[in-house]
């Protein structure tokens, strides 16, 4: 039995050291220009330092073996009791040549790695600097609000029609060049989509500028960075990357107000939606509602998830999330909501039409 | 061991203080109190109606009221507790009463000349959140539950500098 746990610990430890070799981290694995930069940056402090671990290990072994070589000379190294050399430690200065070999040494390892750490600062402001501020040839602008726990999406239009106010998915044009235009409502959030870019903070009160773009068609995730609340972790997104056709199709979508309600069930969920709570907080373009502190409805049923990446978007999951958000997302800012079978059936109904 | 006593003493009655009771109202629950608009009644007297605010003593439920009074919109008529359009909130004076549930009567139903009734909009349990933060406007919390900060930016001294008025049948004010 004992024998059988200890020869399965080395293929467990095998395990586990090749369980994250199928893919590389998203960061590693860029879509865009500025998360390709952020790569190779990682990459080469990585292999520098690895090169100077291998060193210092390396030097640290040959001490340790010629340490030990000079005392088994000296003394008996079958001996229990403590090598004789203990008591008379090798002299460290006996000789001069010696002594200005080793400063001449440890000067030039502190001179190495002083070099290195300036070379790697130099890399990392390079790689900041290109990556930072806003972009004049930039094709599109969006603007994202950090809320507690969720995304606004802003595409500003020409006249006041033309804007598009979505949450938690930003979709943008492939090779195209994006401006971004970030704050938050309320605390300090951070942006980050590591296959496309590196972390930016939100903060409110101030407009922080950033580009990115996006070399492939895909959709990426992205995950608020840093710590904002209780749901920060539930704070996700999705950036999809599509052909211009198809992400002008998108943008033409949205731009529509929300559908008319077609059936009678449908237009008993709008009476629903502007009779209860739901009205206070959310906005239908195209009905009464208006609420701005909650995620644009107009076009949900677009969306590929509910509550900031938390669900995915079915009418199942909607359903239980109007009944009872904070069994989904403890201490998000949607209340529980009590409607009747039937109310929440026709405002599910209503919801899931909105395309 | 008398340190100990203390400390004891004083975590425990910070338990209500930082309770964050998420899902404390389930869906369909009614937390409305019975509304007596007249002391006036018939028969033998009756005990007294008056509830406690839930939220009185909770610092997060202040706090999310004072979120909510922006939210929804209270100040485009109360402003922050100066008044405007509506009256203030931040004086000794009360029109139709100071007892939380006089307050939450006032949200939840309205009140002649001007104020909306939100209760078939605004959850009950909101409500009473609301209900906390505008009696922390006039000092009538526990001082270790009013807010100490605001998100906007006004000249007024946070709530809980602001000078402590009892709670007629709430023993629960603290002086501060």
């Given at each position: 039995m004992t024998r059988r746990r200890w020869t399965a610990a080395p293929s467990l430890l095998l395990a586990a050291l090749t369980a994250g070799c199928g893919a590389l981290p998203a960061a590693l694995d860029p879509a865009g220009p500025q998360a390709a930069r952020v790569a190779v940056l990682w990459w080469w402090f990585l292999g520098v330092c690895a090169v100077v671990y291998l060193l210092v290990v390396g030097a640290l072994a040959w001490a340790a073996w010629r340490g030990r070589r000079r005392g088994a000379r000296r003394g008996?190294?079958?001996?229990?009791?403590?090598?004789?050399w203990a008591d008379d430690?090798?002299?460290?200065?006996?000789?001069p040549a010696r002594e200005r070999r080793l400063a001449l040494a440890v000067a030039g390892a502190a001179g190495a790695t002083v070099l290195i750490l300036i070379g790697l600062l130099v890399g990392s402001v390079i790689t900041g600097d290109a990556l930072a501020g806003a972009r004049p040839e930039a094709e599109l602008t969006i603007h994202i609000t950090g809320r507690q726990w969720w995304w606004e999406v802003e595409y500003p239009g020409e006249m006041a029609s033309e804007r598009v106010i979505t949450a938690n998915e930003i979709h943008l044009p492939v090779g195209a060049i994006v401006h971004l235009e970030m704050t938050s409502a309320d605390v300090i959030h951070s942006f980050w989509v590591p296959r496309l870019h590196g972390k930016i903070d939100l903060v409110p009160g101030r407009t922080t500028h950033h580009w990115l773009a996006a070399e492939r068609p895909g959709v990426f995730t992205g995950q608020?960075?840093?710590?904002?609340?209780?749901q920060h972790a539930h704070m996700g997104l999705l950036v999809v990357a599509e052909p211009p056709e198809r992400f002008a199709a998108w943008l033409a979508a949205q731009r529509r107000s929300a559908a008319a309600p077609d059936t009678a069930a449908e237009a008993r969920g709008l009476e629903v939606f502007l009779d209860s709570s739901c009205v206070l907080c959310h906005a239908i373009r195209g009905t009464p509602a208006g609420g701005r502190t909650a995620p644009d409805l107009t076009h949900v049923a677009s969306r590929a998830t509910l509550a900031a990446g938390t669900l995915a978007n079915t009418p199942g999951h909607l359903g239980g999330w109007i009944l009872d958000s904070q069994g989904v997302k403890p201490g998000n800012r949607m209340p529980p909501n009590a409607l009747s079978g039937e109310e929440l059936q026709a405002l599910l109904a209503y919801l899931e039409s909105l395309r | 061991m008398k340190a100990a006593a203390l400390l004891l003493v004083l975590a425990l009655a910070a338990c209500d203080r930082e309770e964050r009771a998420f899902r404390a109202l389930p869906p369909g629950a009614d937390a409305s109190p019975a509304q007596q608009l007249s002391p006036l009644v018939p028969g033998p007297a009756r005990p007294d109606p008056r509830v406690r605010n839930p939220y009185g003593a909770n610092a997060y439920g202040i706090a999310e009221g004072k979120r909510l009074y922006v939210w929804y919109n209270?100040?485009?008529?109360h402003a922050h507790g100066g008044g405007g359009m509506g009256p203030p909130l931040l004086d000794e004076k009360w029109i139709y009463g100071s007892h939380p549930e006089e307050i939450f009567a006032s949200i939840a139903e309205g009140r002649p000349?001007?104020?909306?009734?939100f209760g078939h909009r605004v959850p009950p349990d909101q409500i009473w959140k609301i209900t906390a933060y505008v009696q922390s406007m006039s000092g009538r919390v526990r001082g270790d539950a009013?807010?100490?900060?605001?998100?906007s930016m006004h000249s007024l001294k946070p709530e809980l500098l602001r000078e402590a008025r009892p709670v007629e049948g709430d023993p629960g004010v603290m002086p501060r």
């Amino acid at each position: 039995m004992t024998r059988r746990r200890w020869t399965a610990a080395p293929s467990l430890l095998l395990a586990a050291l090749t369980a994250g070799c199928g893919a590389l981290p998203a960061a590693l694995d860029p879509a865009g220009p500025q998360a390709a930069r952020v790569a190779v940056l990682w990459w080469w402090f990585l292999g520098v330092c690895a090169v100077v671990y291998l060193l210092v290990v390396g030097a640290l072994a040959w001490a340790a073996w010629r340490g030990r070589r000079r005392g088994a000379r000296r003394g008996s190294p079958q001996s229990a009791a403590p090598p004789a050399w203990a008591d008379d430690p090798p002299e460290l200065s006996a000789d001069p040549a010696r002594e200005r070999r080793l400063a001449l040494a440890v000067a030039g390892a502190a001179g190495a790695t002083v070099l290195i750490l300036i070379g790697l600062l130099v890399g990392s402001v390079i790689t900041g600097d290109a990556l930072a501020g806003a972009r004049p040839e930039a094709e599109l602008t969006i603007h994202i609000t950090g809320r507690q726990w969720w995304w606004e999406v802003e595409y500003p239009g020409e006249m006041a029609s033309e804007r598009v106010i979505t949450a938690n998915e930003i979709h943008l044009p492939v090779g195209a060049i994006v401006h971004l235009e970030m704050t938050s409502a309320d605390v300090i959030h951070s942006f980050w989509v590591p296959r496309l870019h590196g972390k930016i903070d939100l903060v409110p009160g101030r407009t922080t500028h950033h580009w990115l773009a996006a070399e492939r068609p895909g959709v990426f995730t992205g995950q608020c960075a840093e710590f904002c609340g209780h749901q920060h972790a539930h704070m996700g997104l999705l950036v999809v990357a599509e052909p211009p056709e198809r992400f002008a199709a998108w943008l033409a979508a949205q731009r529509r107000s929300a559908a008319a309600p077609d059936t009678a069930a449908e237009a008993r969920g709008l009476e629903v939606f502007l009779d209860s709570s739901c009205v206070l907080c959310h906005a239908i373009r195209g009905t009464p509602a208006g609420g701005r502190t909650a995620p644009d409805l107009t076009h949900v049923a677009s969306r590929a998830t509910l509550a900031a990446g938390t669900l995915a978007n079915t009418p199942g999951h909607l359903g239980g999330w109007i009944l009872d958000s904070q069994g989904v997302k403890p201490g998000n800012r949607m209340p529980p909501n009590a409607l009747s079978g039937e109310e929440l059936q026709a405002l599910l109904a209503y919801l899931e039409s909105l395309r | 061991m008398k340190a100990a006593a203390l400390l004891l003493v004083l975590a425990l009655a910070a338990c209500d203080r930082e309770e964050r009771a998420f899902r404390a109202l389930p869906p369909g629950a009614d937390a409305s109190p019975a509304q007596q608009l007249s002391p006036l009644v018939p028969g033998p007297a009756r005990p007294d109606p008056r509830v406690r605010n839930p939220y009185g003593a909770n610092a997060y439920g202040i706090a999310e009221g004072k979120r909510l009074y922006v939210w929804y919109n209270c100040v485009g008529c109360h402003a922050h507790g100066g008044g405007g359009m509506g009256p203030p909130l931040l004086d000794e004076k009360w029109i139709y009463g100071s007892h939380p549930e006089e307050i939450f009567a006032s949200i939840a139903e309205g009140r002649p000349n001007g104020m909306p009734a939100f209760g078939h909009r605004v959850p009950p349990d909101q409500i009473w959140k609301i209900t906390a933060y505008v009696q922390s406007m006039s000092g009538r919390v526990r001082g270790d539950a009013a807010p100490g900060r605001a998100d906007s930016m006004h000249s007024l001294k946070p709530e809980l500098l602001r000078e402590a008025r009892p709670v007629e049948g709430d023993p629960g004010v603290m002086p501060r």
